[in-house]
């Protein structure tokens, strides 16, 4: 793998197998290395990241900041509605700017364009911290979990999601999965298919390496013989509206122990986090003995790490 400096980080697909598993296997050394007891890891001294954030975010917006601190550099948060673009000053305008003051930008947007139009007229690198479509920074930890947990050679393993098969967070493990060679099976009603633009880079970026999704409308058929079942919010942010369609559509798709109970008997339980306990898992999961979401949760801060450190000039 040649250096990454100056590139985007905006849906996985931009990067090949070999790359991904090169930023995946710098993650668990600069993981190791802080549990050694290496606080600071000084590659990023004298840098600065932006982080706008159209939306709330605990995981996101925190792993980010510390992990630039751990590398020495400064984080900057930045809420959308305080920044001049509340009163109509365009993505690309502050792009132009934000790009001539700090060393990268990481953005939590609405709609994906807003990040894709950010990167275009940005001279450095923009990192996406979740977006309508994708959520790559999570998926990233989602996959260094599973390794930590599972093994390296993740494409034997049978991954499934069940709930929104349309939800941000399902659309970048797919293609994480997909592009490292795995399987993914998504348990979703019909009318909560992937977004056609998703399924579009899954069979350019990650089918030619063997990878491959199903979706089965039976969660419990789904689940059988699962060794990762995944689950996330089925009202995501900005969908407030349709939260009562969204429930009933969803409602079969609860992760239960009942339904946990069918996958393998090491299975285990993944959830990106906010988890609304009650509607698509409940606490007996979440909180038992499947459940490794806070591990999923703290290896944010290494994933992310690795992406700083090999993505900022
Ligand atoms: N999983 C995740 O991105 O969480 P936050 O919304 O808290 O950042
Ligand atoms: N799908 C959720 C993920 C939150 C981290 C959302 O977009 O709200």
Known sequence: VTSLKGRHFLTLAEYSR??????????????QRYLAGERVI?????????????????????????????????????????????????IEDTARVLSRYVDAVMARVYEHYKIERLAQYSRVPVINGLS??????????????????????????KIVFVGDGG????HSLMLAVGILGGRIVIAS??????HP???????????????????ERDPFKAVENADVVYTDVW????????????????????????????????????????????EEVVDEVIDGRWSIVWDQ???RKHAQKAVLALLVP
């Open 18 to 31: 070999e790359e991904l598993l090169f930023i995946l296997e710098t993650a668990m050394q600069l993981k």
């Open 42 to 90: 000084p590659l990023l001294v004298g840098r600065h990241l932006a982080m706008i954030f159209e939306k709330p975010s605990t995981r996101t917006r925190i792993s980010f900041e510390t992990a630039m601190r751990e590398l020495g550099g400064n984080a900057i948060y930045l809420s959308a509605s305080e920044l001049q673009l509340a009163r109509g000053e365009t």
């Open 132 to 157: 309508d479509l994708h959520h790559p920074a999570q998926a990233l930890s989602d996959v260094l979990t599973i390794m930590e947990k599972k093994g390296r050679d993740i494409t034997r393993l």
């Open 167 to 170: 939800d941000n967070v399902l």
């Open 189 to 194: 009603p019909k009318g909560y298919e992937p």
């Open 197 to 215: 633009s998703v399924v579009k880079l899954f069979n350019e970026h990650a089918a030619p390496n063997g990878g491959s999704y199903e979706i």
């Open 235 to 278: 009202v995501s942010m900005g969908q407030d509206k349709e939260r009562e369609k969204r429930l009933r559509d969803l409602e079969p798709y609860r992760v239960t122990v009942e339904l946990m109970e069918r996958a393998k008997p090491d299975a285990v339980f993944m959830h990106c986090l906010p988890a609304h306990r009650g």
């Open 297 to 299: 949760a703290e290896n």
